[in-house]
């Protein structure tokens, strides 16, 4: 005895399309196509999605490996300094690169280094001073675990937007449009509640960090709270929440743009996290390596 597609999705809450492409896969067994319709044997087992499994198991990758983190001994002040100051010039290359802008890695470095390149326009550069002094400040948070908080967003903002006086840490008084963006961001009236509401959400969340930062940075972004900067300021308050989490903090790289767009679009078009919550997983796995060999060479 058999049962069609819209039957087994209607009893395993599966999609019918799902069911299709894992028919097709063999992931269903004793299941056939006859002409275009597929035939499901009636005592089927509800199939095993691997794109949640390979979720999970990336999530219990990063438990496992920040496990084994905290049971190492910490890492100096010296040898977060040093992380630190590596990171930052690639973090502020691309989080700004993302925005538009158009300093080259090299170029960022020497910015930071207190030189200042030809025929590259002065608003690039007070971008990247302004990322980098508001990641020592994100850092200095951390160190006194200092909780999120409108106000602490402002002063961030304030930092990041270094070369716009006027609209630095202070949210936006006029509607925009994001060009591209399956979403229109709030009205300026509703920002402060939507901000308010965000917060507490997310102090309220019991979900898995990474699972609950990507939530949390979608919201934010598509509140939209500043007149410009909300990218930067973003996934800033990412790596605050992060690292206060002992996490070490991310770097979305500008080659992975569109698909960091396109992980907005998903979550806007379908409410589906997924894919912003593979991409940070994956940023942290990688990282958590990385600190760990730095531990385990020792």
């Known amino acids: 005895m058999f049962i069609t597609v819209k039957e087994a999705s209607l009893k395993w809450g599966i999609s019918d399309r799902r069911i299709r492409v894992l028919c097709s896969e063999g992931k269903i067994p004793g299941a056939y196509q006859e002409g275009r319709a597929w035939k499901i044997p009636f005592d089927a087992k509800k199939p095993v999605d691997g794109r949640y499994k390979s979720r999970e198991s990336l999530l219990a990758q990063i438990d496992r490996k920040k496990k084994e983190l905290d049971n190492k001994r910490p890492l100096t002040e010296g040898e977060i300094s040093r992380l630190n100051e590596e990171f930052i010039i690639e973090y502020t290359y691309n989080s700004n690169a993302i925005e538009g802008n158009t300093l080259t890695l090299r170029e960022t470095d020497l910015v930071l280094r207190g030189l200042t390149i030809d025929q590259k326009p002065l608003k690039d550069h007070m971008e990247a001073l302004g990322h980098k002094e508001a990641f020592d400040f994100v850092s200095e948070l951390v160190k006194n675990n200092i909780p999120i908080s409108e106000s602490v967003i402002k002063q961030i903002h304030y930092l990041v937007l270094a070369d716009k006086k006027n609209d630095r840490g202070v949210y936006r008084k006029i509607p925009v449009r994001i060009m591209?963006?399956?979403?229109?961001?709030?009205?300026?009236?509703?920002?402060?509640?939507?901000?308010?509401?965000?917060?507490?959400?997310?102090?309220?969340?019991?979900?898995?960090?990474?699972?609950?930062?990507?939530?949390?940075?979608?919201?934010?972004?598509?509140?939209?709270?500043?007149?410009?900067?909300?990218?930067?300021?973003?996934?800033?308050?990412?790596?605050?929440?992060?690292?206060?989490?002992?996490?070490?903090?991310?770097?979305?790289?500008?080659?992975?743009?569109?698909?960091?767009?396109?992980?907005?679009?998903?979550?806007?078009?379908?409410?589906?996290?997924?894919?912003?919550?593979?991409?940070?997983?994956?940023?942290?796995?990688?990282?958590?390596?990385?600190?760990?060999?730095?531990?385990?060479?020792?």
């Open 180 to 298: 591209g963006a399956k979403h229109e961001p709030v009205q300026p009236y509703l920002i402060e509640p939507k901000m308010e509401q965000l917060l507490i959400d997310f102090n309220k969340s019991k979900e898995h960090t990474v699972t609950k930062l990507a939530r949390f940075h979608i919201e934010f972004e598509s509140i939209h709270p500043f007149i410009d900067g909300n990218g930067r300021t973003g996934r800033l308050l990412v790596n605050l929440e992060l690292m206060k989490a002992g996490f070490p903090p991310i770097d979305i790289k500008f080659t992975d743009r569109i698909a960091y767009y396109n992980a907005f679009d998903e979550y806007h078009a379908k409410h589906n996290l997924s894919k912003m919550e593979n991409l940070f997983a994956g940023y942290i796995n990688s990282r958590l390596d990385m600190y760990l060999d730095i531990l385990t060479e020792k």
